[in-house]
Nanobody, 119 residues
Framework: QVQLVESGGGLVQPGGSLRLSCAYS????????MGWYRQAPGKQRELVAT???????NYVDSVKGRFTASRDNVKTSVYLQMNSLKPENTAVYYC?????????????WGQGTQVTVSS
């Protein structure tokens, strides 16, 4: 079985920082990419950042320069460093892992961690 566990969320003031972690376990020897998603109340889940097994990253425009995704393949974890947080960044953040051939990709999800940005 495959398991993803997010941690690091919490309450932070505007301009503050948080580092989210996602530890994965199970029959995962490599992955195509891992992604950080977020879902605010009343809104659809959106992709925030991705990181490949090799370390290549991509970001949604609104977080470029503020958020940094990374991975540690030895520790079997991925991270999302969030700086200069804004109230609109408040959401439940989810970790996603995509694995397999391009025609048979399987997605796994964590349970989410709450990030609240408020004064």
């Amino acid at each position: 079985q495959v398991q993803l566990v997010e941690s690091g969320g919490g309450l932070v003031q505007p301009g503050g920082s948080l580092r989210l972690s996602c530890a994965y376990s199970g029959s995962i020897f490599s992955f195509n990419a891992m992604g950080w998603y977020r879902q605010a109340p009343g809104k659809q889940r959106e992709l925030v950042a991705t990181v490949t097994f090799g370390g290549r990253t991509n970001y949604v425009d609104s977080v470029k320069g503020r958020f940094t995704a990374s991975r540690d393949n030895v520790k079997t974890s991925v991270y999302l460093q969030m700086n200069s947080l804004k109230p609109e960044n408040t959401a439940v953040y989810y970790c996603n892992l995509a694995q397999g051939a391009s025609s048979t990709v399987i997605d796994y999800w964590g349970q989410g961690t709450q990030v609240t940005v408020s004064s």
